[in-house]
């Protein structure tokens, strides 16, 4: 018998934005106040050379660095109290659903209908993040079993890339007559990681959760679905991008809140690094596929850093890309890993014509990197 080739589509995204956000002003309010009884606290070690004062932070180097405005959170008031300055999550009883269950059931619920299926269309789940709030039982299973979804669900984590490798992952299941759809979830709680201690990053990152269904195209796929043409995923080892928080720390008696158990970055470098990786992986990716820089409208790429994206976008392009081209959601929702490309793919594909092309890519900790070329069906 002759292989049917299963075509496979993005037919549906969903997005969970949390109720609080952070502006940078509020931010650095909280960060300097803490400065201010850090030195004030260890004035005689400073005085004496023992100790490096702490410098204050600053809302005009954060926007200028970054392009950051503004970060939506779980928990607004613990991040912002000096003598806290992490989210106030309680853990929850075993019986209710978890944080990460509950963001991912409203953007799954979203997702679901933008495809017009229900939990009896799909067959699996995946969740793809940076953080999971627990190893076991896996998260994507109490996902999939709050919305009641038969077949199989399991956890997985490549960072910041996370849901493009989720992407493929779906695809080849869906190519592979595994499953007719798949549900990538990507719940991302980045201020429980963040050390807010930290000058060089307390900025960075917010909490958002985005899911997609990637189902086989039939008659009935969305109208306004995207055909995957091809994905392309990689990974190269660096410390530059590095958090050591886990397990393994009871094990080691320095104790588990030190700044570098929590997230840490030499953000120049990974600036330096991952422009050049992305920008030939996109172009090499296009070419693959017999297309070029030229048949791409939009570039939903991974919400990092606004300068970044736009050195990439214009190594791929050729010339400076338009907001248009490369839409940018990290003014308001920070770095929210995983999340953040896809966020942009959510808000900003409706407008694009039937045969008009794509490319979301992400890239991050690893270093890894994932491109997935899409063309939008009628
Ligand atoms: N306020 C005022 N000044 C500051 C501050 C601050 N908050 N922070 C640093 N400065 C000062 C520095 O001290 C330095 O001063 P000097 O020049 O006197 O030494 C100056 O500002 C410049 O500092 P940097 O060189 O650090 O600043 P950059 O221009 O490089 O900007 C960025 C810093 C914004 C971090 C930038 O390097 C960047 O965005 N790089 C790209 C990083 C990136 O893309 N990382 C990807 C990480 S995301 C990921 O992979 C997911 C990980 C898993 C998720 C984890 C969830 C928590």
Redesign the pocket.
Known sequence: MENMVIRAAISGTGLFTPNESISNDEL?DA?NKWVEQFNSDNATKIAAGELAAK????S???E???G?KSRYVMNKSGILDPARMKPSLPERHNDEPSIQCEMAVSAAREALHQAGRTAEDIDAVIVAC??LQRPYPAVSVEIQAALGINGFAYDMNV???SATFGIQAAYNAVQAGNARAVLVINP?I?????NFRD???????GDACTAIVVEAVRDDTASNAFEILGTQLKTLYSN??R?NFGFLNRCDESGVDLPDK??I????K??KE?VPLVSTMIQEHLSEIGLSAEDVTRMWL?Q??L??NQLIAKKVLGREASATEAPVILDEYA?T??AGSIIAFHKYKDDLAEGEQGVICS??????AGSVLLKKLG
Not at 55 to 58: D, T, V, W
Not at 190 to 194: F, N, P
Not at 363 to 368: M, N, Q, R, V, W
């Open positions: 650095v960060f410098e204050p932070s600053s005009a180097f954060i200028k660095a970054s950051i940076s953080n960072a910041c890339s991302e980045c201020t429980a990681h963040l000058r060089d990053s307390h900025f960075i990152f530059n991008i958090n929590l997230f970055q030499q953000g120049r990974v600036f991952v991974h990092a850093n300068s970044m770095n890993s995983s890239f991050g900790a690893g270093y890894s």
